[in-house]
């Protein structure tokens, strides 16, 4: 998003925040090996995909975004001319597939109707600013130890800019929640 929005400030972290963003997208890769059953059912989505289940989707969304990744660590790294314009080609397309990834599996819980609130019309935003909130928390923490470690030296000001910012998301998730809230309260359900 430092790229999309032209947030200079931002664009210092946004190695660590990729470098995270993909173990991350790793870790959600392998939670939906674990939902199909284990690794060899991976062959399965392969030789016979099934567009209307939802795990095809998420898996779909879930290996772009890694392929986002890897093409933005890439070019992120590069010392070729042009390397940076082509960053900001790529964080064009990774944003909306981030989003993405988000709201699949909020669909995915939202068309599972075995559990009570897992059916809302805001699940999908939920989960992206939910996502925004864990994944701001956990960049803040990685910057913090990098900068005690003397890995990558982020100033104070940019920490309490970041740190504004995850406070900005957690009041809008606050937000949601009480409206979930209040839309399924009210009339005593």
């Not at 597939?97 to 109707?113: D, K, P, R």
Request: hydrophobic share 55%; glycine share 8%; net charge positive.
């Amino acid at each position: 998003s430092a790229s999309v929005f032209h947030v200079a400030e931002y664009k210092k972290v946004a190695l660590p925040a990729v470098v995270l963003s993909t173990v991350c997208i790793c870790c959600a890769g392998m939670f939906v090996l674990i939902d199909l059953g284990g690794i060899g059912r991976v062959w399965r989505i392969l030789t016979g995909p099934n567009p209307m289940s939802p795990l095809f989707w998420d898996i779909c969304v879930i290996t772009l975004y890694l392929v986002i990744n890897v093409v933005y660590l890439y070019f992120m790294k590069s010392k070729k001319p042009g390397a940076q314009a082509k960053v900001a080609v790529v964080s064009r397309f990774a944003l909306p597939v981030a989003i993405l990834v988000h709201s699949v599996t909020a669909w995915i819980f939202g068309l599972e109707m075995a559990r009570e609130g897992w059916y809302s019309a805001i699940m999908a935003p939920l989960f992206v600013v939910s996502a925004m909130d864990s994944g701001l928390a956990l960049l803040l923490i990685a910057l913090a130890w990098m900068n005690r470690r003397g890995i990558w030296e982020t100033s104070k000001k940019l920490m309490g800019m970041l740190a504004g910012l995850l406070a900005t998301c957690i009041a809008v998730d606050g937000y949601m929640v009480g409206c979930e809230l209040l839309t399924t309260g009210y009339p005593g359900s």
